[in-house]
């Protein structure tokens, strides 16, 4: 099956290709929107401000394009900032609208711990995934292959909080609170980590992917 990644100028695009082609995948990367419009299943990665990747997908045409083939049903997985980007609004370096696919803000990662320690902004590292509050698991979602507990490698000073808690799929503990990890609504999916670099359990969630896209 043929994945759709897009390409503005902002992401790491050789090793999410390199995840997806591991996987089964064939991928092409694009950046009309004619492309966007016409793809069976898209990617959307992502690394940097949000401000910078709007306008990168706003620049190229792709806004509206997204918008339109996530309404028609096409899947559609955003990566970190590509996530981030599928929430309403951010207030990184200011208020700038995202591609509002998931209602909800983008906010800064707080800088203590809960006990009033200082929390080093941005969060590197693995955390360990855990069913977000209302979820005993995670089943019939892209995390349906992992079990709670195992871990993915995050990098990001931002978090995702969607307005409706049904949209939160997983959660990571840092700094003592829970941070979003994956949305879900629908066909519009969203990781904060990167599940082309978490290793055979990334892997396992693009493979999901992948199944929900129809291969």
């Known amino acids: 099956m043929k994945i759709t990644v897009v390409d503005y100028g902002l992401s790491n695009l050789l090793s999410v290709r390199l995840a997806l082609e591991h996987c089964g995948a ?13 793809a069976r299943a898209l990617v959307l ?7 910078d990747g709007m306008e990168g997908l706003e620049n190229l045409g792709l806004v509206e394009a997204l918008r339109t083939a996530a309404q028609r049903g096409t899947p559609l997985l955003g990566i970190c900032l590509g996530m981030q980007m599928l929430l309403t609004e ?8 995202g591609l509002d696919l998931i209602p909800g803000r983008v906010e800064r990662l707080p800088d203590t711990a809960v006990d009033g320690s200082p929390e080093r902004v941005p ?8 069913p977000a509050a209302g979820r005993t698991d995670f089943a019939g979602t892209i995390l349906e292959k992992v079990r709670p507990g ?18 939160r799929l997983a959660d990571a503990v840092y700094g003592g609170r829970p941070v979003c990890a994956a949305v879900c609504r629908g066909n519009v999916i969203g990781t904060q980590f ?3 670099k978490s290793g ?6 693009l493979q999901s992917f992948l199944t929900m896209a129809g291969n």
Do not use: M
């Open 194 to 196: 990167h599940p082309e």
């Open 200 to 205: 055979p359990v990334g892997l396992r969630i």
């Open 123 to 130: 969060h590197i590292g693995w955390e360990a995934l855990q």
């Open 45 to 51: 990665p992502g690394v940097g401000a949000f401000r």
């Open 150 to 167: 195992e871990e993915c490698y995050f990098i990001h000073s931002y978090e995702a909080k969607p307005a409706d808690p049904a949209y």
């Open 90 to 97: 951010s207030e990184e370096f200011g208020l700038y609208r």
């Open 26 to 38: 064939e991928t092409e990367l694009v950046n009309t929107p004619d492309q966007v419009l016409a």
